[in-house]
């Protein structure tokens, strides 16, 4: 018997398939359209990983069956290639980023082709490439263009180490998510995207796709919609007023003082009548030393400093308190002040205790001299509100204030605008020019795309300002509106610029005159199932889906959203647990795997290993056991010769759940199990050679097919077929074959297996209840007992209650 080399039979059909265009997506064809995506790479020096592979090849076993359902699939690949790695690397050795990025693009190439990924390479995007982010130039001015993109100074998160900004999403847990450094604040002019306006959308389009719950949630939750009510405390002998956020109007007779963050504007104002300026400056230089991490963090002292000779009036009873600076308060949520309610909120009152504030009830239900009563209750010591609850009284309260032009209903986000800025060379530039006369004024349309100046040296100016700054003879141009001399925005875009859109390139990758034929658009939009890492949750995908809803409202995209179905996987972790990394020493490469075993186990070992929605551990038993499975299969069906035209009944009833069991199971994100039952049913296969039917082999091989695809074709080409396995319709099965004929009935009494009856599969429970009655064992056991009832369990047993 020949040997499968895997080597050799792995080239042969990646190029037959290739060469033969079978990857090929049509636009426009009469089938029905599936498109089918995972996000796309970052080309990293590394090269693939096997965390990569994992995802890749569950998918393309989708694609592939999708294919062989009828279906005209998409099924695409491109490159998300601008980003920090290559400019450090580029920092570090002197080699161009763009020379770097072509070198791994090349390199994740072979290694995708070497898979035996089903991706219709005419399609491949590149984010770096003018021709791309031309459009995603054209985008960022729409934007501007209806007053979305917008600049200000604000407070960013600003990394020492790298000398660049952050957004709040790469800030974690006080760190540069990029290198580690602890990040601080600085003032900086930036680029924002009024993402906020689209937060109610953002939230109640869930409701139309198909995400893990889990997904939806933590999206929800980063938008954070908070109802509450927005109240106005005056400041006494002043015209100044502080604007404060609360969710709890009930509490306002329990105010003990009023905090404002740090960097709030009114401390500037207020400072002729500070007495303890120093002290209240020394204060806010030093949080600024701190993350928001750090500031909010629960379980954190809260501190700060009382402004003194700062008093403001409680507007509902005209009482004054006190006014403090303090760092636990955020300056971009609620206005940036709080009423603090020692008594029923627990940052206020560790707050008060630690400087000696008085903790005063004001909702009863709670023992507020061990902690904070943060429930709803009743009002007490509230003035005319007393008996209240809670509910009313935050009810009546608003509109008592708003009567009196003192307060107001509002919603807040936590959600905040999106910085759009980096200060960086490897990025998208973007097309604005600085008039001193004129202002912000757009590239016009015609001369996009602004490209990225290519030169050798671009060390990030470290005074907040990006390397493309001091490439003078790019700064300095002409202005659109007016002529006269300007410069050209220096900033550059954040990595997610590209991301955002990019799936709508895929349906239209060579057009210069659109983002994509819309007609095109129409056709294969919206993504139909959209695959990528829970950690992209509120970052990339909550971004393209706003940015796909800015392009439905421009009348670009024809839908609200942009994918019906989102799944998830989990990480491969290496073999210790630890994750797989450098430093560790424990990286497989997919190459030593493809190699030594083949690209077939690889992608069947993948699926093997776990729920695909799970974090799992890399196992090299695992991967010779796919090995010995594949091999297995080989054996049998590599020197078939049919023996038999009767089908072996067991066989037969194997093969349709099989075929039923992988249809739902690729369905479902079940591939593990699809994979068990496979291996269980070559098993069975094994134990009856000679009856098994060509058949029952040309199916199997079908099955087989969008998991190890070079070894089906193989094998299919062997039984004497010339057309490619892939032209195949995919099996039906038979629903009443997968149906096992008789099963056996569990027959218990009060709870105690008492006897088992063979019967029918499809036994009703009225005829349980007689075969059980009739059962000698069981009279026995029920004598002259009365039956109080049965409990019917179908195909599996029936309990009688004595
Ligand atoms: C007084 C109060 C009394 C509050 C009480 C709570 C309980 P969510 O639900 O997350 O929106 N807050 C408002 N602005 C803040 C800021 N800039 N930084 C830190 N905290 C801020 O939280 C709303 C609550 O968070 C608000 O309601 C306010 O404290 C606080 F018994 O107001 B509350
Ligand atoms: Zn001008």
Same mark, same amino acid.
């Given at each position: 018997?020949?040997?499968?080399?895997?080597?050799?039979?792995?080239?042969?059909?990646?190029?037959?398939?290739?060469?033969?265009?079978?990857?090929?997506?049509?636009?426009?064809?009469?089938?029905?359209?599936?498109?089918?995506?995972?996000?796309?790479?970052?080309?990293?020096?590394?090269?693939?990983?096997?965390?990569?592979?994992?995802?890749?090849?569950?998918?393309?076993?989708?694609?592939?069956?999708?294919?062989?359902?009828?279906?005209?699939?998409?099924?695409?690949?491109?490159?998300?290639?601008?980003?920090?790695?290559?400019?450090?690397?580029?920092?570090?050795?002197?080699?161009?980023?763009?020379?770097?990025?072509?070198?791994?693009?090349?390199?994740?190439?072979?290694?995708?082709?070497?898979?035996?990924?089903?991706?219709?390479?005419?399609?491949?995007?590149?984010?770096?490439?003018?021709?791309?982010?031309?459009?995603?130039?054209?985008?960022?001015?729409?934007?501007?263009? +209806?007053?979305?993109?917008?600049? &200000? $100074?604000?407070?960013?998160?600003?990394?020492?180490?790298? @000398? *660049? !900004?952050?957004?709040?999403?790469?800030?974690?847990?006080?760190?540069?998510?990029?290198?580690?450094?602890?990040?601080?604040?600085?003032?900086?002019?930036?680029?924002?995207?009024?993402?906020?306006?689209?937060?109610?959308?953002?939230?109640?389009?869930l409701k139309k796709v198909d995400y893990p719950e889990r997904v939806k949630a933590?999206?929800i939750?980063?938008?954070?919609?908070?109802?509450?009510?927005?109240?106005?405390?005056?400041?006494?002998?002043?015209?100044?007023?502080?604007?404060?956020?609360?969710?709890?109007?009930?509490?306002?007779?329990?105010?003990?003082?009023?905090?404002?963050?740090?960097?709030?504007?009114?401390?500037?104002?207020?400072?002729?009548?500070?007495?303890?300026?120093?002290?209240?400056?020394?204060?806010? +230089?030093?949080?600024?030393?701190? &993350? $928001?991490?750090?500031?909010?963090?629960?379980?954190?002292? @809260? *501190? !700060?400093?009382?402004?003194?000779?700062?008093?403001?009036?409680?507007?509902?009873?005209?009482?004054?308190?006190?006014?403090?600076?303090?760092?636990?308060?955020?300056?971009?949520?609620?206005?940036?002040?709080?009423?603090?309610?020692?008594?029923?909120?627990?940052?206020?009152?560790?707050?008060?205790?630690?400087?000696?504030?008085?903790?005063?009830?004001?909702?009863?239900?709670?023992?507020?001299?061990?902690?904070?009563?943060?429930g709803y209750?009743?009002?007490?010591?509230?003035?005319?509100?007393?008996?209240?609850?809670?509910?009313?009284?935050?009810?009546?309260?608003?509109?008592?204030?708003?009567?009196?032009?003192?307060?107001?209903?509002?919603?807040?986000?936590?959600?905040?605008?999106?910085?759009?800025?980096?200060?960086?060379?490897?990025?998208?530039?973007?097309?604005?020019?600085?008039?001193?006369?004129?202002?912000?004024?757009?590239?016009?349309?015609?001369?996009?795309?602004?490209?990225?100046?290519?030169?050798?040296?671009?060390?990030?100016?470290?005074?907040?300002?990006?390397?493309?700054?001091?490439?003078?003879?790019?700064?300095?141009?002409?202005?659109?509106?007016?002529?006269?001399?300007?410069?050209?925005?220096?900033?550059?875009?954040?990595?997610?610029?590209?991301?955002?859109?990019?799936?709508?390139?895929?349906?239209?990758?060579?057009?210069?005159?659109?983002?994509?034929?819309?007609?095109?658009?129409?056709?294969?939009?919206?993504?139909?199932?959209?695959?990528?890492?829970?950690?992209?949750?509120?970052?990339?995908?909550?971004?393209?889906?706003?940015?796909?809803?800015?392009?439905?409202?421009?009348?670009?995209?024809?839908?609200?959203?942009?994918?019906?179905r989102?799944t998830c996987?989990g990480?491969?972790?290496?073999?210790?647990?630890?994750?797989?990394?450098?430093?560790?020493?424990?990286?497989?490469?997919?190459?030593?795997?493809?190699?030594?075993?083949?690209?077939?186990?690889?992608?069947?070992?993948?699926?093997f290993?776990g729920p695909f929605d799970q974090?799992i551990?890399?196992?090299?038993?695992?991967?010779?056991?796919?090995?010995?499975?594949?091999?297995?299969?080989?054996?049998?069906?590599?020197?078939?010769?049919?023996?038999?035209?009767?089908e072996n009944t067991d066989v037969a009833t194997a093969l349709n759940r099989l075929n039923k069991k992988i249809d739902h199971d690729i369905e479902s994100c079940r591939f593990n199990t699809a994979v068990a039952v496979f291996m269980e049913f070559?098993n069975l296969?094994?134990g009856h050679?000679?009856?098994?039917?060509?058949?029952?082999?040309?199916?199997?091989?079908?099955l087989?097919?969008?998991?190890?695809?070079?070894?089906?074709?193989?094998?299919?080409?062997?039984?004497?077929?010339?057309?490619?396995?892939?032209?195949?319709?995919?099996p039906k099965y038979n629903l009443k074959l997968t149906q096992k004929e008789s099963i056996i009935l569990i027959v218990q009494i009060n709870g105690k297996v008492r006897d088992k009856i063979e019967t029918k599969s499809n036994i009703s429970e009225e005829e349980a209840k007689d075969l059980a009655l009739k059962s000698e064992k069981i009279k026995k056991w029920i004598g002259n007992r009365k039956i109080k009832k049965f409990i019917f369990v179908p195909k599996k047993l029936i309990n009688i209650v004595i």
């Open positions: 018997m020949d040997k499968c080399d895997h080597q050799e039979i792995e080239k042969k059909w990646q190029k037959y398939w290739h060469d033969n265009g079978f990857y090929h997506a049509e636009d426009f064809s009469e089938k029905p359209k599936k498109y089918i995506l995972f996000e796309f790479p970052y080309p990293s020096g590394d090269g693939l990983h096997v965390g990569h592979t994992r995802s890749y090849s569950a998918l393309d076993a989708v694609a592939r069956k999708k294919r062989m359902e009828g279906f005209n699939v998409l099924f695409p690949i491109g490159w998300d290639a601008f980003g920090l790695p290559a400019e450090n690397y580029a920092l570090k050795t002197g080699t161009h980023p763009k020379k770097t990025t072509e070198k791994n693009i090349a390199n994740f190439k072979r290694q995708l082709k070497s898979l035996g990924m089903s991706l219709d390479w005419e399609r491949e995007v590149n984010t770096t490439d003018p021709k791309y982010y031309k459009w995603t130039q054209w985008i960022f001015l729409k934007l501007f263009e +209806k007053g979305l993109a917008y600049q &200000s $100074e604000i407070p960013i998160n600003w990394c020492p180490s790298c @000398k *660049t !900004g952050l957004a709040n999403e790469e800030v974690i847990s006080g760190k540069c998510e990029r290198c580690g450094a602890e990040v601080e604040k600085k003032l900086l002019k930036q680029w924002m995207f009024k993402i906020t306006k689209y937060a109610d959308r953002l939230i109640e389009d933590q999206q939750n980063w938008i954070g919609k908070s109802s509450g009510t927005e109240i106005d405390f005056k400041i006494s002998d002043s015209q100044e007023k502080i604007r404060i956020f609360t969710t709890r109007t009930d509490t306002i007779f329990g105010i003990t003082a009023i905090v404002l963050a740090p960097e709030h504007k009114l401390i500037q104002n207020l400072k002729p009548k500070i007495k303890n300026l120093k002290e209240v400056e020394g204060y806010i +230089k030093e949080s600024r030393k701190k &993350s $928001e991490f750090e500031r909010t963090e629960l379980s954190k002292e @809260k *501190t !700060g400093v009382e402004l003194k000779g700062i008093t403001a009036v409680n507007p509902i009873n005209n009482k004054e308190v006190p006014v403090w600076v303090g760092d636990y308060v955020i300056a971009t949520y609620g206005g940036g002040a709080v009423m603090v309610v020692p008594a029923h909120d627990y940052r206020d009152y560790d707050f008060a205790k630690n400087y000696g504030l008085e903790i005063r009830e004001v909702i009863s239900g709670g023992d507020i001299s061990k902690e904070a009563f943060i209750g009743i009002l007490v010591n509230s003035g005319k509100f007393n008996g209240l609850s809670s509910e009313q009284a935050i009810e009546e309260i608003t509109n008592w204030l708003k009567e009196k032009g003192l307060g107001e209903k509002t919603i807040q986000y936590k959600l905040r605008d999106w910085i759009f800025s980096r200060q960086h060379y490897w990025g998208e530039p973007i097309p604005i020019i600085h008039c001193p006369k004129c202002g912000a004024v757009p590239v016009p349309e015609k001369d996009l795309p602004i490209e990225l100046p290519y030169v050798e040296k671009y060390e990030p100016t470290g005074t907040g300002e990006s390397p493309l700054a001091k490439i003078t003879d790019w700064v300095n141009t002409t202005c659109p509106k007016c002529g006269g001399s300007a410069k050209r925005e220096t900033d550059t875009m954040p990595n997610w610029a590209g991301s955002n859109w990019y799936f709508m390139r895929y349906v239209d990758p060579y057009n210069d005159q659109h983002l994509a034929d819309p007609k095109k658009l129409k056709y294969w939009m919206p993504v139909d199932w959209y695959n990528g890492g829970m950690e992209h949750t509120t970052l990339h995908l909550l971004y393209s889906r706003f940015i796909y809803k800015f392009l439905y409202d421009i009348g670009v995209a024809p839908q609200e959203e942009p994918y019906k989102r996987h990480t491969v972790l290496a073999e210790d647990g630890r994750k797989m990394s450098k430093s560790f020493g424990n990286v497989i490469n997919p190459d030593t795997i493809i190699e030594q075993y083949g690209a077939d186990t690889l992608r069947i070992y993948e699926m290993m974090a551990s890399w196992n090299t038993q695992g991967v010779k056991g796919c090995y010995r499975f594949l091999d297995k299969v080989w054996k049998l069906f590599s020197n078939y010769q049919e023996k038999s035209d009767k070559i296969c094994s050679k000679k009856e098994l039917t060509k058949e029952t082999v040309e199916k199997t091989l079908i087989l097919s969008p998991f190890a695809p070079h070894i089906a074709e193989e094998l299919w080409q062997k039984l004497g077929h010339k057309r490619s396995i892939f032209l195949e319709e995919w």
